[in-house]
T-cell receptor
Framework: DAMVIQNPRYQVTQFGKPVTLSCSQT?????MYWYQQKSSQAPKLLFH???????NEADTPDNFQSRRPNTSFCFLDIRSPGLGDAAMYLC????????????FGPGTRLTVT | GENVEQHPSTLSVQEGDSAVIKCTYSDSASNYFPWYKQELGKRPQLIID???NVGEKKDQRIAVTLNKTAKHFSLHITETQPEDSAVYFCAAIVDSNYQLIWGAGTKLIIKP
């Protein structure tokens, strides 16, 4: 089945130790998103790609970076995780920029110790 | 920019009763209004959506209504069941940038 896959599902990292989260999709969608979701809050958009065009939300901390080496894969790099970065990270895709429906991956739960 | 407000933040209803969650939006150019259900530790799941040219849409026990003039839309769940317990998010999309603008979420509790 076509889907959005995130690895790992659970990630534990130490304060200040770089970590990379990955997302892949078999939907061949042009647009990919990274969201951060903290407990009891709505998802917060960090970045999105339209094809290889990168768009950074204005309030996304510099500590967060992203890479999209090809259509199928997208990575979220956290250079120096702080305790406040502990959250669920959701990847989502959609077919094109003007499409409405987003398809979410299962998320990666990040714990910072 | 667009802003979406959602109420109530928590809703507790008796099993079998109906539940209504309301959202308002600020940008009259918004054209698409999805509702997501999120169970604890899981991804948001699209349960129903409505476009701006439609006033009401129904899918079994869930329905969404849209009032463009008043800029509000509502989710209605009838004959609630324990598996309806979750956090529900409304959202809106403006065609100028096609980004999802989320409401703050409603925690729905179904009491047995």
């Amino acid at each position: 089945d076509a889907m959005v896959i995130q690895n790992p599902r659970y990630q534990v990292t130490q304060f200040g130790k770089p970590v990379t989260l990955s997302c892949s999709q078999t939907l061949n969608h042009n647009v990919m998103y990274w969201y951060q979701q903290k407990s009891s809050q709505a998802p917060k958009l960090l970045f999105h790609y339209y094809d290889k065009d990168f768009n950074n939300e204005a309030d996304t901390p510099d500590n967060f970076q992203s890479r999209r080496p090809n259509t199928s894969f997208c990575f979220l790099d956290i250079r120096s995780p702080g305790l406040g970065d502990a959250a669920m990270y959701l990847c989502a895709t959609k077919k094109s920029l003007s499409s409405y429906e987003q398809y979410f991956g299962p998320g990666t739960r990040l714990t910072v110790t | 920019g667009e802003n979406v407000e959602q109420h109530p933040s928590t809703l507790s209803v008796q099993e079998g009763d109906s539940a209504v969650i309301k959202c308002t939006y600020s940008d009259s150019a918004s054209n698409y209004f999805p509702w997501y259900k999120q169970e604890l530790g899981k991804r948001p799941q699209l349960i129903i959506d409505i476009r701006s040219n439609v006033g009401e849409k129904k899918d079994q026990r869930i329905a969404v209504t849209l009032n463009k003039t008043a800029k509000h839309f509502s989710l209605h769940i009838t004959e609630t069941q324990p598996e309806d317990s979750a956090v529900y998010f409304c959202a809106a999309i403006v065609d100028s940038n096609y980004q999802l603008i989320w409401g703050a979420g409603t925690k729905l509790i179904i009491k047995p």
